[in-house]
C-alpha cells in the first residue's frame, strides 16, 4: 500500500482560495509580491494563492515565514477552516463552492 503525500501549507493555500472561487484572480502570479522572509521558498504558481490566502488571514505565518513546504496537520486544518468559513460568509461565496 503507498503511503499518502503529505499536504503542504502552498497546497493548503490552493484549496482555499479555490474553495472561494478566487481561482481566476490568482492566475497572474506575477503581479503579487509576498513579504515573507522564505518567499523564495515558494514555487512561482502558487504566489497568487498564497497571497490572497494571507490577506484573507486563512493561514498564518509565524516569525515573518510562512513555510510553505511545512507539513499540514488535523491541527492546522481545525484551526484555520474557521477562518475559511468566516471568509465564505463573508464574501458571499456559499452558492459558488469549489471542492
Known amino acids: 500500500m503507498a503511503i499518502p ?6 497546497q493548503l493555500a490552493v ?3 479555490r474553495t472561494l472561487g478566487l ?9 503579487y509580491k509576498l513579504h515573507f522572509s522564505d518567499a ?3 514555487q512561482k504558481e ?7 490566502a494571507d490577506s484573507l488571514q486563512l493561514l498564518s505565518a509565524e516569525d515573518n515565514r510562512f513555510k510553505p513546504k511545512g507539513e499540514v496537520t488535523y491541527a492546522d ?3 484555520s477552516i474557521f477562518d ?16
Do not use: M, P
Open 5 to 10: 503525500e503529505k499536504l503542504t501549507r502552498e
Open 15 to 17: 484549496w482555499y482560495v
Open 23 to 31: 481561482e481566476t484572480a490568482v492566475k497572474n502570479h506575477s503581479i
Open 40 to 42: 523564495y521558498n515558494i
Open 46 to 52: 502558487f504566489t497568487g494563492y498564497i497571497a490572497l
Open 77 to 79: 486544518i481545525a484551526v
Open 84 to 99: 475559511l468559513a468566516h471568509a465564505i460568509h463573508e464574501h458571499g461565496g456559499g452558492d459558488r463552492l469549489y471542492y
